[in-house]
């Protein structure tokens, strides 16, 4: 993630297809688990401006997963294993994480 203080909303974080990406996670994760293969992720994305490479969506997903804002399980399927991505937390958990990595970050830096 980068702090782009010339965006609004999530686009302070993240680019506008990443964006779409995880709100399109917590929109399904309403009030059941749901999750998305990158492919679902990448189909999802092709009738919409943000056009994305697949490997572009699955670099995004795994590292979404990295900084703990996603999580995943495999599953088998046709061709091996897929990962299917679920959201670790909801967008208010989300907010309430990006606060405090920003607070703590500050504090290091003007702590000199």
């Given at each position: ?7 609004e ?50 670099f ?53």
């Amino acid at each position: 993630m980068k702090f782009d203080t010339k965006q609004e909303g999530l686009r302070t974080l993240f680019k506008p297809y990443q964006v779409l990406l995880l709100e399109h996670l917590w929109d399904l994760n309403g009030q059941s688990r749901v999750g998305l293969t990158s492919g679902q992720a990448h189909k999802y994305l092709m009738d919409k401006p943000e056009k994305k490479s697949r490997a572009s969506v699955i670099f995004f997903m795994n590292d979404m997963v990295d900084d703990g804002i996603l999580d995943y399980e495999e599953k088998t399927g046709k061709g091996g294993y897929h990962r299917v991505y679920y959201p670790k937390m909801d967008r208010a958990e989300f907010a309430e994480h990006v606060s405090n990595l920003i607070n703590e970050k500050l504090k290091t830096i003007f702590k000199k």
